[in-house]
């Protein structure tokens, strides 16, 4: 149970991988948007929302926490990576103005951000419910059995 994805007949991707493949998307995403318009706009959204989305869903369950609390994190080291690799800000440039080119795009994505981390916790706490490993308590159970067995041991009894 603990390495499926949110479909219970494929297994899921390592934590690292998920969280890979969503910081791709989202890079793509900026890049497009940057490149096209100078603002983040519906590519973002889009790379963004699916990255973050197929990222909780086909993670293993047992590495869901990196995935559940990846957009913001994702989202204040992507944008304003890509803003100084893409070198909106112009070397002559002073300070305030650098962290206007940088800061704009985090402020104004910020709802997106908001939105998307709001379905993929809840994306990631209906996985958590729903594929829990079931333990039974019925007497006969393997841990009743396990316990019955701890306590038959082949040394003479205590008195």
Known sequence: MAER???P???GVPPL???GLAAVLTAIGVLVDLTRSGTLGTVFTVCFVVGCVLAVAWVRRSGLFGPMVQPPLLLAVA???VVLLAGSPKPGAGIAERLLVIGAPLVNSFPTMAWV???VVAI???RLLVQRERVS???GSERDAARGEARRS???RRS
């Open 5 to 7: 994805s949110i479909i």
């Open 9 to 11: 007949s494929v297994l």
């Open 17 to 19: 991988a998920a969280v």
């Open 79 to 81: 944008v304003p990576v």
């Open 117 to 119: 981390t709001g379905i």
């Open 124 to 126: 990631g706490g209906f």
């Open 137 to 139: 308590a019925r007497p």
């Open 154 to 156: 082949g040394s003479p």
